[in-house]
Nanobody, 126 residues
Framework: QVQLVESGGGLVQAGGSLRLSCAAS????????MGWFRQAPGKEREIVAA????????FYADSVKGRFTISRDSAKNTVYLQMNSLKPGDTAIYYC???????????????????WGQGTQVTVSS
């Protein structure tokens, strides 16, 4: 199984950028569909972006399209989430997760994810 550790969160002003990292250990991330999720206070956890075993497969929630980019560095066994043009509405705890299911399942079903990181806080001030 794989262990996931997120980093890179913090406090940023609206319009700023952050890059989140998800460092994996125990197994290579290339064997998984990987996703980034977020959960704001009082709200349900939602998918932000996903990347398949083939990096040509990517998915973005409508709310982040054009602002966020998911990528993978297989040599570092790390998945990234580059977040630009951040808004106060992006404030949340961001989680990295790995799915042994198909990429299609990974974009549509949070239950398809088998392994989760502990999360990293992102706060965007206005």
């Amino acid at each position: 199984q794989v262990q996931l550790v997120e980093s890179g969160g913090g406090l940023v002003q609206a319009g700023g950028s952050l890059r989140l990292s998800c460092a994996a250990s125990g197994r290579a991330v290339v064997y998984y569909a990987m996703g980034w999720f977020r959960q704001a206070p009082g709200k349900e956890r939602e998918i932000v972006a996903a990347i398949g075993r083939s990096v040509s497969n990517t998915f973005y929630a409508d709310s982040v399209k054009g602002r966020f980019t998911i990528s993978r560095d297989s040599a570092k066994n790390t998945v990234y989430l580059q977040m630009n043009s951040l808004k106060p509405g992006d404030t949340a705890i961001y989680y990295c997760a790995a799915s042994t299911g198909t990429f299609r399942d990974a974009t549509a079903n949070m239950g398809a994810y088998n392994f989760w990181g502990q999360g990293t806080q992102v706060t965007v001030s206005s």
